[in-house]
């Protein structure tokens, strides 16, 4: 049974910085990538960032420029999504996800599995 955890948000004022982490349990396949998405109040999912669990490739969305990273740690079945440069338009509940696919897509209803999401609020 796959599990994914999310953790980390809160209020932050513009400007500040938040870590979300996701915890997974139950992933198996070489080609696993973890996603972040988030959703804004009243707006569709949209993707934010993604990672390989084997090799480590990143993918980030258009909007992030550079603000975000995205890491895993294999030991402790953890991904992070470090963000940096708040702004009021970050605020949105995010999500983790995974996919089990060989090929990287930003679309979120090709992700099979979702985390229960973690509000993030970003305050001008």
């Known amino acids: 049974q796959v599990q994914l955890v999310e953790s980390g948000g809160g209020l932050v004022q513009a400007g500040g910085s938040l870590r979300l982490s996701c915890v997974a349990s139950g992933l198996t396949g070489s080609t696993i990538i973890m996603g972040w998405f988030r959703q804004p109040p009243g707006k569709e999912r949209e993707f934010v960032a993604g990672?390989?669990?084997?090799?480590?490739?990143?993918y980030f969305g258009d909007f992030v420029e550079g603000r975000f990273s995205i890491t895993k740690d294999n030991l402790k079945n953890t991904v992070y999504l470090q963000m940096m440069s708040l702004k009021p338009e970050d605020t949105a509940v995010y999500y983790c996800?995974?996919?089990?696919?060989?090929?990287?897509?930003?679309?979120?209803?090709?992700?099979?599995?979702w985390g229960q999401g973690t509000q993030v609020t970003v305050s001008p």
């Open positions: 996800a995974a996919d089990d696919g060989v090929v990287f897509t930003k679309f979120p209803y090709e992700y099979e599995y």
């Open positions: 990672i390989r669990w084997s090799g480590g490739a990143t």
